[in-house]
Nanobody, 112 residues
Framework: QVPLVESGGGLVQAGGSLRLSCAAT????????MGWSRQAPGKERDVVAT???????TYADFVKGRFTISRDNGKNAIYLQMNGLRPEDTAVYYC??????WGQGTQVTVSS
């Protein structure tokens, strides 16, 4: 069973919204921290947001006020609500769990 599976990426116009989902196996969901990172072509992978088991969150400065990370313990899932999207948000978004575990990624493309 694949431990982390993302969904919800796509193409959206600038100013629009998308919601990413990450379904995790129980083993990975119970880890202390999970989060989202992104990687644009030719750039390094950056952490976007993190959420601990207790629900504490952190955000990169470049998404503060626009993105919201959340988790549903009943569904073993985390989410990334992305509002006010900008062309510079275009990237492959990856779900991760503490311990170096990554999903396969989902493409988000924001057109100007």
């Amino acid at each position: 069973q694949v431990p982390l599976v993302e969904s919800g990426g796509g193409l959206v116009q600038a100013g629009g919204s998308l919601r990413l989902s990450c379904a995790a196996t129980t083993r990975f969901f119970e880890r202390n921290a999970m989060g989202w990172s992104r990687q644009a072509p030719g750039k390094e992978r950056d952490v976007v947001a993190t959420i601990t088991r207790s629900g504490a969150t952190t955000y990169a400065d470049f998404v503060k006020g626009r993105f919201t990370i959340s988790r549903d313990n009943g569904k073993n899932a985390i989410y990334l609500q992305m509002n006010g999207l900008r062309p510079e948000d275009t990237a492959v978004y990856y779900c991760w769990a503490a311990g170096g575990h990554w999903g396969q990624g989902t493409q988000v493309t924001v057109s100007s």
